[in-house]
Structures are given as structure tokens and as C-alpha cells.
């Protein structure tokens, strides 16, 4: 069962006030360690780096997208199995297909509420204490 | 939750920038030019304005940005193509969306109705194009799509189909890889780089010592190698030594396509065969328990890699970091003061005996230096580029050339240059209204302009460029030019000027510059707002701007705009009068100059008159203005400034002394204060002397005023002074009694 005071999470997303607002519930949640990204080559850079218990990331972003970034870090040797959510809109369920042959572990749709976000991550990393 | 109201505001902060991206954006995508990346992009904002409204609860903007995104959407696709008709309706679009926007902000309640018609608009355009497509969320979000075949993978599951590679190595080097100058040690450092490597040295081939041949090799190595890299990149490590060695590499758990190689090919998700990797994960359990720990070097090694593969990109944007404006102008207000501190630095070593001063003055030098980069680099900070407010004009053009029926097009040049965003914020209006007045007064309509022979399209231009350390726009059409009859005959109807008044055409044309003139045979919606030219002279004035004009009857008009690129610090010329120092804008002197006595000339409601290669030009008498009774340099040691009012009035401020050319720091002195008049502000100088900036176009109209009072006065006196007035010498008399005080 792993603690969500000591996941590692990074948040991308190229809007500040919805990454912010998944910091504020995931602050809820529990989890204290949290890494934001503005865009997927950001958030590469990022993965590559830090040792990370999971990514979150929207999929509309500018430069490199949500799914650019899931093949990136399932490309990348140091990152490829950090498990990843990927965040959609309530339209793109063929995203959600492309994004599982890609290697997604699970997806969310926006908007979210603190219990599905919570949901959703327990469904990858198992129940939280 | 405490950060919400902040986090809030953030969100409307985005969703301004969003609908600047909309507005500039869709007339774009009529361009053609990069459409698909413009349409992307706009796509995106109202994409964003609709997923931050969703996180926050503003089901109104969401319902309203839904439908909005998929009309985008489908022109995105290529399914919708952008018609003029549809970009209108889009644009109308943004102004409700930016309505819902401010409501939402102010927390407003909005009205049911509010933007139904656009919304209509945008829906029947989806009915119209696309039956299929509907632009239906009114039910909340899901947590799951419906029906869709999804399991989530666990991070247990991951783990275990996208674990590292182990490898068996075997390595041993013969004689020729030694002679190669290939070293065996830098190979295995090369290879514990890409995991955790565990060898044993094979010595049984090691003789005893007096035997040993310095260049043969005797140790060989068995081990095994537990990498995320694939197995190429082992082999790479191998490459030059290949054949000069026995080498195995054999892999003892499955390994992943297109491991380590930047990942072109995405691996097998674990989603497919489930099965397959929970025995996968079992197996890898019993061989290692801990998930593999990285060594820090291979980490600095995979953050090269993705470093080498983001400069493969083209250039991207520019990254850039929301700063609060209070924070910059902190920043900005503190170099001001480093800017003064550097000042006196400077004034003080130049007091310091000889020797000491040689040792400092580079180090001053230096300071000098780098705080005017620092300055630089602050007021950069706080720059925008003109196309903050240049990118409203094409749609402002573009309504008014069908509420007119005529046909514009624009052109806009320069659109990057950069300038301090305090004066970008006041440029909108002034510039607003001269494209106004040109699309309406300027422009003809196409009949009128085919008869000119003109082309039926006309052209309004608008470009910015630096000059000189100040910024210049100019706003230039081919439309009628200006008519200066009836602007004569408006300004003698209206007392303007008098009606014997003889004016050269450049004269007559800056009238419209004056108070209380408009030309326009009836006042329009479009530039009859009550605002004349004569508020964006002042306007422009009030940045301590310029502007001028030029006409050519028929061929068209330009205006000029010649402004500072910040208000913070200024060009400034220090001048003494009596014992008080002031500081001139550098901007307003046009040239200084020491006249003789006898180029002074008296003239009853003026304070003299000076005459400059032939013409008259009137003189401010600053130490009579400003009250100043300490005793000034002799008559013949005085300096004219001479000054632009703009339009092209000129006069002469007399002053006792020029002391020097400075960057000065504009401090505000209206919180203390109140607003002054003639006096635009205050600076701290070298000396940590405080001086006033003076607003020498204010200076000169109180000058004409004054004068103008006292020459009524004195005639109304039965002419008695006026004789004194005649004969007053320059500088003989003394400063003249006044009642009121100018400045005080």
C-alpha cells in the first residue's frame, strides 16, 4: 500500500491555474511531492531527471502534447516506467484508444473532482494511506 | 481551501491572454498563412478558457466555450471551411465568450439569455456543415467513457513489462586490443555508466610477475549487467575493441524494442497480455526485489539524450515565466535608485585627490557600466511588444469598413518592436481614434476612389519602429488627404483663428491638433465621440510623446508618433536658474543657443521676443515664471532653450546655466503633491540634490496666459505701464511683481 505522503508526482500542464489546481487536490489527497511541467518537453526533462512515482499529464498542450510526452517517457531508458494518467476532454475517447497502445495506465476526464482524481490514481498505485 | 480565490484569478489572468490569442488568431486563419498552426492555436485558448472554467464551476463559460471549441474543432479537422462568414460569427463569439468571461470575474450573475444568439449562430453553423457533429454537454462530466474497452494498468504491472534488461557479459581482451591503445578499464567504467554491472576478474591466466609483458592482457571478465539501455547500446560500448577481444553478451530477460534509443516505437502496453506480465512480474521479483536503482551517471546520460533530441526541434517559442508587475517595477524602481547611487559615486571620486581617483575611476567605469545594462535589462523586462494593441486594429478596420461600405485593407509593419507596457497601455486610444478618423475621414469610398483613379482598396498603414531611443508609429492611409479649405473655414467658424489670419497649408493642417475641432460634415458613430484630435495630441503629450502630421490633398496622410520607450528613466538636460536646478525632458529641447541683447526683442503681452536666423520666436521667462529672486548670471551669460510645442510652434525658456546632459529617474510627485502644473515630476540628481523635472509645453501655455493677463491688465491701467513694458530691457528690470504664483 504506498504512502501518499512519499509519492512523487509530476503535474504537466500548460495551463497554470488547472496545474495548480491539481496541486491543491492532490495536496488534499495526500501527496506532498509535487513536480509541475508547463509542456511535455519540460516534463521530459523532468522525468529524466527526478526519480518520480507518477505523472499526470493533460493532453492539450502547445509544442508537445500528452501523447508526445506518454511516448517519450515510454521511450526514454530512466523514465519508461514511471506510470502516467493522462487527463482528456469528455471528447476524445479515441485519444484514450492511442493513448493505451502507447502505454498509458490510466486516463481521466476533465473536469475531475478530488474523489475520481483519487480514484484514478488508486487504480495504478494501488489503495493510498 | 485557501489558494482557490488566487488560483482563480490566475485562471481569468489566462483567460485574457486566451481571447487576445482568439481575436488576433482568427482573422489569421483567414489569411491562410500558417493557418493550421494558428487554427491549433486558438483552438487550444478556447480549449484552455473551457477546461480551467470546468475546474473552477463556470458552467456557463464551459457550455458557451464548448460549443465555440467544436466549431474550432471541426475546422481543425479540415471538416469546416473558413469562410468569412464563419470568422465573423467567431469573432462574435469571442466578444460574448470575453463578456461571460468578465461577468464570471466579477461574479456578476449572468443572465440566462446573455450570448444566446451567438451561441445559435455557432450551432446552426454545426447543423448546417456538419449533420452529425453536435455540440451537446449538458450532462456533468464522466469519470469513464462509456462502452470503451479500458483496463488501467498498474504501476506493478508497468513495472514488470518495462523492467530493465540483465545481461550476461563475457570480455576478454587479446594482445592486439592492448596494442590498439584501447584501455579494458575505460570500457568497464563505460559500462557500469549504464547500470549496475557485477564482474569478477577471471586471474587465471595471470603469470607470475617476472613474466609479465607490460603490453599483453591477462584478465578477462564474466559478470552480468543490469541496464534499461538496450542491448545496442552494450554493443556500442564494444565497438572498437570488436575482434580484438572474445566478447558474449547475452540477455537474460526479455528485452524491449526500442529500448534506450529515444523511443521512436512505443513498447507492447502491459494492457494486452495481461497474463503474460503477471508471470513476467513474478519472475523479475524472485531476481531482483528493489525496482533497479540508477546510478547517477546514467541519469546525466539519459538528460544529454533528451537534451540532443529537444535541439533536433525547430526553434520553439520563447518559454516565459508570469511575473507580477509589482515585482518588476520593485525591480525597476531599485535599479532607478542604483542608477542615482552610481551617479554620486561618480561626482565623488571625481572630487578625490589625483591618485586616488586614477585607482578608482575604471572600477567606476565599470560600475557605470553594467548598471546601464542592468537598467537596460529591467526596463526589457518590463517591455511588449506594440502588437498588444496593434492586433486590435485589423478588426477594428475591418468593422468599420463595412459600417462605411468602403475597402480597407491593413497593413501593419514592425509589429514585434518593443516598448515599456506603460506606454503601450496608453496607446491604445490614441491610436484607436486616428485609424478611426482615417477609415472615415481619409479613405474615400470605391466610386470616390475609382474616380480618382485610385484602386478601389485602400490602404491604411501602420508601422513602428525604434529611432533615435524612442519609439515611432506611424499611421499612414492613400485615402483624400486632408482639405484644408474646410478645415480653414471650420476653424474661422468656430473662432479658431481669427478671419484675417494668413496660414501656410503644414499651419492650417495641425489645426486639427486644436481644442474644439472636428470636420466631419455630421457626427458620425465611428470618430464623432466627442473626441477630438486634440485629446490624442494630449494623449501622446502625456508620455511625453509627439506628434505630427502630414498631408498631401489626394494622395493621403500620415501621422507620426514619436514616443519614449519608458517612463522610468528620461533623457534629461539639468539647467540652473538662480540657485534652483531643474531638469528638461531632452525630448522637448530643439537647440540652445546664447543670444545677444540685441537679438531680444520687447513686445507687449510677451515676456520678449527672440529672433532665430529671422524668425520670432516668444521667450519663457523661467525665472519669472518660477518666481526665482536669487541672483542669476549677467544678460549676456543666458541660454535660450528653444522648444517644440508641437505643430510647430516654437519658443525660447531662458535659463542661467546648462549643466549637463543625465539619464535621470522619474519620480512621481503627485501622491505627495497633487498634480503641479509645469512640473511633470522630480529626480534625484548626482549630488543627491533633489531637481523637478520640468512639463515645458505646460510651462509656455501658463507663460502666454500670464502674459496675456498682464498686457490686458496693463492696458486696462490706462496704458500707464505700458511704456515701462516697451522699454524694459532684458534683464535690466527685475522680475515683475505677481499676485499668483505659477507653480508653488
Redesign the interface.
Known amino acids: 500500500m504506498p504512502v501518499a505522503a512519499a509519492l512523487k508526482v509530476l503535474v504537466v500542464d500548460?495551463?497554470?491555474?488547472?496545474r495548480?489546481?491539481t496541486r491543491?487536490i492532490l495536496e488534499e489527497i495526500g501527496i506532498r511531492y509535487i513536480h509541475e511541467a508547463?509542456n511535455g518537453?519540460q516534463a521530459?526533462?523532468t522525468a529524466?531527471?527526478q526519480?518520480l512515482?507518477?505523472i499526470i499529464s493533460?493532453f492539450?498542450?502547445?509544442?508537445m502534447d500528452g501523447l508526445a510526452l506518454?511516448?517519450?517517457?515510454?521511450?526514454?531508458?530512466?523514465?519508461?516506467?514511471i506510470?502516467f494518467i493522462l487527463l482528456t476532454?469528455?471528447?476524445d475517447?479515441e485519444l484514450?484508444?492511442k493513448a493505451?497502445?502507447?502505454?498509458?495506465?490510466?486516463?481521466?476526464?476533465?473536469?475531475?473532482t478530488r474523489d475520481?482524481l483519487r480514484?484514478?490514481i488508486e487504480?495504478?498505485?494501488?489503495k493510498l494511506s | 481551501?485557501a489558494?482557490?480565490d488566487q488560483?482563480?484569478q490566475?485562471?481569468f489572468d489566462?483567460c485574457s491572454e486566451a481571447l487576445q490569442q482568439i481575436e488576433s488568431g482568427l482573422p489569421e486563419i483567414l489569411g491562410g498563412a500558417n493557418s493550421e498552426d494558428t487554427i491549433n492555436?486558438v483552438f487550444?485558448s478556447v480549449?484552455?478558457v473551457k477546461?480551467?472554467a470546468?475546474?473552477?464551476g463556470f458552467e456557463d463559460l464551459v457550455k458557451f466555450a464548448h460549443v465555440f471549441e467544436t466549431v474550432l474543432?471541426a475546422m481543425r479537422g479540415g471538416k469546416l471551411a473558413a469562410t468569412q462568414e464563419i470568422v465573423d460569427r467567431l469573432l462574435q463569439a469571442n466578444d460574448v465568450l470575453s463578456d461571460l468571461i468578465g461577468m464570471s470575474r466579477s461574479g456578476e450573475a449572468i443572465p440566462p439569455d446573455h450570448g444566446c444568439e451567438s451561441r445559435a449562430a455557432l450551432e446552426q453553423i454545426l447543423r448546417e456543415n456538419l449533420p452529425g457533429e453536435h455540440a451537446d454537454?449538458d450532462a456533468p462530466?464522466?469519470?469513464?467513457?462509456e462502452g470503451?474497452d479500458?483496463v488501467?494498468?498498474?504501476?506493478?504491472q508497468?513495472?514488470a513489462s518495462?523492467?530493465a534488461g540483465e545481461y550476461r557479459l563475457v570480455f576478454r581482451p587479446k594482445p592486439d586490443l592492448l596494442k590498439k591503445a584501447n584501455e579494458p578499464l575505460y570500457i568497464l567504467r563505460e559500462l557500469r555508466k549504464l547500470g549496475r554491472l557485477d564482474l569478477l576478474a577471471e586471474t587465471d591466466r595471470l603469470p607470475a610477475l617476472a613474466e609479465i609483458e607490460a603490453d599483453r592482457p591477462y584478465l578477462g571478465w564474466t559478470g552480468t549487467l543490469r541496464?534499461?539501455?538496450?542491448r545496442q547500446a552494450i554493443e556500442e560500448i564494444f565497438e572498437f575493441v570488436n575482434g580484438d577481444c572474445e566478447l558474449e553478451i547475452t540477455s537474460l530477460a526479455p528485452e524491449i524494442p526500442?529500448?534506450?534509443?529515444?523511443?521512436?516505437?512505443?513498447?507492447?502496453?502491459?494492457?494486452v497480455e495481461p497474463e503474460a506480465d503477471a508471470s513476467l512480474a513474478k519472475a523479475e521479483a524472485t531476481r531482483s526485489p528493489q525496482?533497479a536503482p540508477?546510478a547517477p551517471i546514467?541519469?546525466e546520460t539519459?538528460?544529454a539524450?533528451?537534451?540532443a533530441?529537444?535541439k533536433a526541434?525547430p526553434a520553439?517559442?520563447a518559454?516565459t515565466t508570469?511575473i507580477e508587475l509589482e515585482k518588476i517595477d520593485r525591480a525597476v524602481n531599485m535599479v532607478g535608485e542604483l542608477v542615482i547611487a552610481q551617479a554620486m559615486l561618480g561626482q565623488v571620486v571625481h572630487g578625490l585627490p589625483e591618485d586616488v581617483r586614477s585607482r578608482l575611476v575604471q572600477v567606476v567605469d565599470e560600475v557605470a557600466h553594467h548598471t546601464r545594462e542592468l537598467k537596460d535589462s529591467v526596463m526589457s523586462m518590463r517591455a511588449q511588444q506594440v502588437n498588444a494593441v496593434f492586433q486590435r486594429m485589423p478588426r477594428l478596420v475591418r468593422e468599420l469598413a463595412a459600417k462605411t461600405a468602403k475597402k480597407v485593407r491593413l497593413e501593419m509593419v514592425g509589429e514585434t518592436t518593443e516598448v515599456d507596457r506603460s506606454i503601450i497601455e496608453r496607446l491604445g486610444d490614441p491610436l484607436t481614434h486616428i485609424i478611426r478618423n482615417s477609415l472615415d475621414h481619409g479613405i474615400e469610398t470605391p466610386t470616390e476612389r475609382r474616380a480618382a483613379g485610385k484602386s478601389e482598396e485602400g490602404t491604411i498603414r501602420l508601422a513602428a519602429e525604434h529611432r533615435g531611443g524612442r519609439i515611432v508609429i506611424e499611421i499612414s492611409d492613400d485615402g483624400a488627404g486632408i482639405n484644408s479649405e474646410r478645415v480653414l473655414q471650420k476653424a474661422r467658424e468656430r473662432g479658431l483663428i481669427g478671419p484675417e489670419a494668413v496660414l501656410a497649408e503644414d499651419e492650417i493642417n495641425n489645426l486639427i491638433f486644436l481644442p474644439g475641432f472636428s470636420t466631419a460634415e455630421k457626427i458620425s458613430d465611428i470618430s464623432g465621440r466627442g473626441v477630438g484630435m486634440d485629446v490624442v495630441r494630449r494623449n501622446i503629450q502625456d508620455v511625453g510623446g509627439r506628434i505630427s502630421l502630414r498631408s498631401e490633398r489626394g494622395r493621403g496622410m500620415t501621422i507620426q508618433l514619436a514616443l519614449p520607450l519608458t517612463l522610468a528613466v528620461m533623457d534629461g538636460m539639468v539647467i540652473r536658474v538662480g540657485s534652483e536646478t531643474y531638469v528638461m525632458p531632452m525630448s522637448a529641447i530643439v537647440e540652445c543657443l546664447r543670444p545677444p541683447a540685441s537679438d531680444i526683442h520687447a513686445l507687449i503681452g510677451t515676456s520678449g521676443m527672440l529672433k532665430i536666423r529671422g524668425n520670432l520666436v516668444p521667450l519663457v521667462q523661467l525665472r519669472e515664471l518660477l518666481d526665482i529672486t536669487a541672483a542669476g548670471t549677467s544678460s549676456d551669460e543666458r541660454v535660450v532653450i528653444v522648444s517644440d510645442a508641437g505643430e510647430g510652434t516654437r519658443f525660447g525658456i531662458v535659463v542661467d546655466e546648462l549643466c549637463g546632459h543625465q539619464q535621470v529617474v522619474v519620480k512621481s510627485i503627485e501622491e505627495s503633491y497633487g498634480s503641479v502644473p509645469g512640473i511633470a515630476g522630480a529626480t534625484i540628481l548626482g549630488n543627491g540634490r533633489v531637481a523637478f523635472i520640468l512639463d515645458v509645453e505646460k510651462l509656455s501655455d501658463i507663460a502666454s496666459s500670464q502674459n496675456v493677463q498682464t498686457g490686458i491688465a496693463r492696458f486696462a491701467n490706462g496704458g500707464k505701464e505700458i511704456a515701462a513694458v516697451v522699454n524694459r530691457d532684458w534683464g535690466k528690470s527685475g522680475p515683475p511683481r505677481r499676485t499668483e504664483k505659477a507653480v508653488g
Open positions: 500548460d495551463q497554470n491555474s488547472v495548480q489546481m491543491l508547463e518537453r521530459m526533462a529524466a531527471l526519480p512515482d507518477l493533460d492539450n498542450m502547445p509544442e506518454l511516448r517519450a517517457v515510454r521511450g526514454h531508458p530512466a523514465a519508461r516506467k506510470p476532454g469528455r471528447g475517447r484514450v484508444v493505451a497502445q502507447a502505454g498509458v495506465n490510466n486516463y481521466m476526464i476533465k473536469p475531475f475520481i480514484h484514478k487504480q495504478v498505485m494501488g | 481551501m489558494g482557490l488560483l482563480k490566475t485562471f489566462e492555436a487550444r480549449h484552455s477546461g480551467g470546468g475546474i473552477f474543432d454537454n462530466a464522466p469519470a469513464d467513457f470503451l479500458f488501467p494498468v498498474t504501476a506493478e508497468l513495472q518495462g523492467g541496464t534499461e539501455a538496450g526500442g529500448a534506450g534509443d529515444g523511443g521512436e516505437e512505443p513498447p507492447v502496453p502491459a494492457a525496482s540508477q546514467a541519469r539519459s538528460e539524450a533528451t537534451a533530441q529537444t526541434k520553439a517559442a518559454t508570469r
